[in-house]
């Protein structure tokens, strides 16, 4: 006959509170890159708006132009200061950027990152 624990380990439990400590961790790391994704992709957006303006700076004004990014601004929830595009137009070239400040909210942690998104183009 066979003794029992000759051939059977004691099982303490702690694989299964491995399990769930991992899983909290995977847990915090999808909850921060969903908020990050969406300020970054924000920032991405607004700049290639702007360098999409500059391809068209031939044919649109630069009211037009501080018009339509503002309103992009707006349509990616974008902070109000983002809204003040500074547009500056030479013989040969034109360059079109903003300041702003995004906040980064988790839990227990904030930090303010300053952005400078902007274009640049010679024609």
């Known amino acids: 006959m066979v003794k029992p624990g000759s051939h059977m380990r004691l099982r303490r439990g702690a ?3 491995g399990c769930l400590f991992q899983l909290a961790i995977v ?3 999808i909850y921060v890159g969903y908020v990050v994704f969406d300020d970054v ?3 991405y957006r607004y700049s290639d708006a702007m360098k ?4 068209f700076a031939a044919t649109r004004s630069d009211a037009e132009m501080s018009r339509r990014l503002r309103a992009f ?4 929830k974008l902070p109000p200061s983002a809204r003040e595009v500074k ?3 030479d013989e040969r070239r034109i360059r079109i950027w903003t300041e702003y400040d995004a906040k980064l ?6 930090r303010t990152f300053h ?6 183009k010679t024609f």
Do not use: K, W
């Open 15 to 17: 694989g299964r509170l």
């Open 27 to 29: 847990a915090c790391v």
């Open 41 to 43: 992709t924000a920032y």
């Open 52 to 55: 999409q303006e500059t391809r």
């Open 73 to 76: 601004s707006d349509s990616v």
């Open 87 to 89: 547009i500056v137009r």
């Open 105 to 110: 909210r988790l839990p227990f942690y904030e």
């Open 115 to 120: 952005l400078r998104p902007s274009a640049e």
